[in-house]
Every structure is written in structure tokens, then in C-alpha cells.
């Protein structure tokens, strides 16, 4: 199977089931992964804030990926996201931060500079 790997900016991946390994646990770079929906409100305002986020970050230093829970089912479910929008920093493969609700791209910043 080819695993397809689409662009949702310039900066951010589109994260599935089947790409989810390829893309942030195999990745060399921290993944911030957004777990969302199109019908939430807060993941909404968030996305704006992660393209800023995602292209003042080159792609070696911060990779952003974003996860449609509706879509991608077993992938929210092996990591336990029960609110949305989550955010979690994947790093060498392992949940390094988890940040819940809508926030800024500077409280974002604070939340995983350290891992980054």
C-alpha cells in the first residue's frame, strides 16, 4: 500500500491512521500532532495559530501535523483524546506534552520550548 502524504499549508501534514507512524513516531524531528474536527468550534481558532506556529519552525526543528478524529478513529483512540483540540509533542516517537483547549501560538511556545 502507498501511504499518501498530504499537505494542508505549506507547513502542516495531514495525519491519518495509515501515515500516523511514517510521519510522527518515526520522525527525527518533534511532531506536534493537533487532534481535531471540522465541527469544533476551538479547533478552529487554533489552526490559524498553528500555521504562524508552523511557518516561523522549519519542518527539521518543529513538525505540525493535524489528525481528523473523525477520520482517523483508532489513531485518537490508541492515544486516549476524549477533548478537542489536543495538541501532543511527539518526541523520538513518545508523547514528550500534552496541552488540551485552544491557545495561543506564544502559550504553545512556553508549553513545549523545552522539547524543542
Known sequence: MVIERKIMSDNIVQLT???FETE???????VLVDFWAVW???CKMIAPELEKLAGE???????IGK??????????????IS????????KDGE??????GAMGKDRILDEIGEFI
Open 17 to 19: 491512521d495509515d501515515n
Open 24 to 30: 510522527v513516531i518515526k520522525s527525527s524531528a518533534p
Open 40 to 42: 469544533c468550534g476551538p
Open 57 to 63: 519552525k522549519s519542518s527539521d526543528v518543529l513538525k
Open 67 to 80: 489528525l481528523n478524529v473523525d477520520e482517523s478513529r483508532d489513531t485518537a483512540i490508541k492515544y486516549g
Open 83 to 90: 477533548s478537542i483540540p489536543t495538541l501532543l509533542l511527539f
Open 95 to 100: 508523547v514528550a506534552k500534552k496541552l488540551v
